[in-house]
Nanobody
Framework: QVQVVESGGGLVQAGGSLRLSCTAS????????MGWFRQAPGKEREGVSC????????RYADSVKDRFTISRDNAKNTLYLQMNSLKPEDTAMYYC??????????????????WGQGTQVTVSS
């Protein structure tokens, strides 16, 4: 059975940093492109960032470019999201996802195969 589990969320002041982690089991981790999504209260879920199976290709939403960095360690079946210079508008539930396919194509937010349960990130002003 596939399990995708996020961790690392919490409360941080504006300008601070957090690192989210996501561990996947029950699948061949390095077969999958992986992504991070977020959903703020009253808003639709949005794709934040994705990374190809090898880690050689990444994409970012404009709102997080130059502040967030996605990475993966295939030996540990773990995905990361380093979030710097956090803003109150980054407050959301953050979700990890294994994608249908190995790459981050332009339509990657529509290509989720497995979801995690989410971890809350709250940025205070």
């Amino acid at each position: 059975q596939v399990q995708v589990v996020e961790s690392g969320g919490g409360l941080v002041q504006a300008g601070g940093s957090l690192r989210l982690s996501c561990t996947a089991s029950g699948l061949t981790f390095d077969d999958y492109g992986m992504g991070w999504f977020r959903q703020a209260p009253g808003k639709e879920r949005e794709g934040v960032s994705c990374i190809s199976r090898s880690g050689g290709s990444t994409r970012y939403a404009d709102s997080v470019k130059d502040r967030f960095t996605i990475s993966r360690d295939n030996a540990k079946n773990t995905l990361y999201l380093q979030m710097n210079s956090l803003k109150p508008e980054d407050t959301a539930m953050y979700y990890c996802a294994a994608l249908r396919g190995a790459y981050c194509l332009g339509s990657w937010p529509l290509a989720v195969r497995y979801w995690g349960q989410g971890t809350q990130v709250t940025v205070s002003s």
